[in-house]
């Protein structure tokens, strides 16, 4: 069973230029997460969706991010344009929709904005 | 307020020796499911286990074991004879039932060296 892919799991760019972020969902996953991890912040939540619907953006810091789940197998992290205090680490994770269930998390994007 | 607390940023233990990873949280939740996460050198985040707060039952598997006491608000990890592959940051988490167990809070992380 393929776990939750992430991709590019490294992604260096200039400040100002646009960076996606991609992940596909564990098959079956109906909940999917974007969390961003910082020295300073450690790990947040960004956004969730269920069934390729967002529900909670609160976490999202600013509107130069957005998010979207065309589908229940990718959904992609945006960010333009994009500054040097963006530079984390950005995961994805799901899981079923069973009260409490763990998430499972990709390997993450190690995002640097020069 | 923090609703987890890992007070150990960093600990260090020479091999074979027990280490426990302490952590704290806080809720107002009757019903709610705590979390350990491994995150090895190379970055990716481990799922360790989950309990659900109705179930206070402690957990060993292999040389990990688990401590949850509702009554301290605590849920602690112990690893028994540790190994230098043990080295990592272990994060404790949390989610609550009245925000449909979606958000995730994770504590700060208690980096672990396993000295050889």
């Known amino acids: 069973d393929a776990g939750v892919i992430q991709s590019p799991r490294h992604e260096v760019t200039e400040m100002g230029q646009e960076v996606t972020l991609r992940c596909k969902p564990i098959s079956g996953h109906d909940y999917l997460f974007w969390y961003r991890q910082t020295m300073m912040r450690g790990l947040e939540l960004l956004i969730y969706?269920?069934?390729?619907?967002?529900?909670?953006d609160s976490g999202m810091p600013e509107d130069r991010f957005s998010a979207k789940m065309p589908n229940a197998s990718f959904s992609t992290l945006k960010i333009q344009p994009s500054e040097p205090r963006d530079s984390a680490v950005y995961f994805c994770?799901?899981?079923?929709?069973?009260?409490?269930?763990?998430?499972?998390f990709g390997a993450g994007t190690r995002l640097s904005v020069l | 307020a923090q609703k987890v607390t890992q007070a150990q940023t960093e600990i260090s233990v020479v091999e074979k020796e027990d280490v426990t990873l302490d952590c704290v949280y806080e809720t107002r939740d009757t019903t709610y499911y705590l979390f350990w996460y491994k995150q090895p050198p190379s970055g990716e985040l481990v799922f360790l286990i989950r309990r659900n707060s109705f179930d206070e039952q402690n957990e060993i598997s292999g040389r990990y074991s688990w401590n949850f006491q509702k009554s301290t608000s605590s849920f602690n990890f112990t690893i028994t004879a540790s190994q230098v592959v043990d080295s990592a940051v272990y994060f404790c988490?949390?989610?609550?039932?009245?925000?449909?167990?979606?958000?995730?809070?994770f504590g700060t992380g208690t980096r672990l060296t396993v000295i050889p």
């Open positions: 969706f269920n069934n390729n619907v967002p529900i909670d």
């Open positions: 988490a949390l989610s609550e039932e009245q925000t449909g167990a979606n958000n995730l809070f």
């Open positions: 994770a799901s899981r079923i929709s069973s009260g409490g269930a763990n998430q499972y």
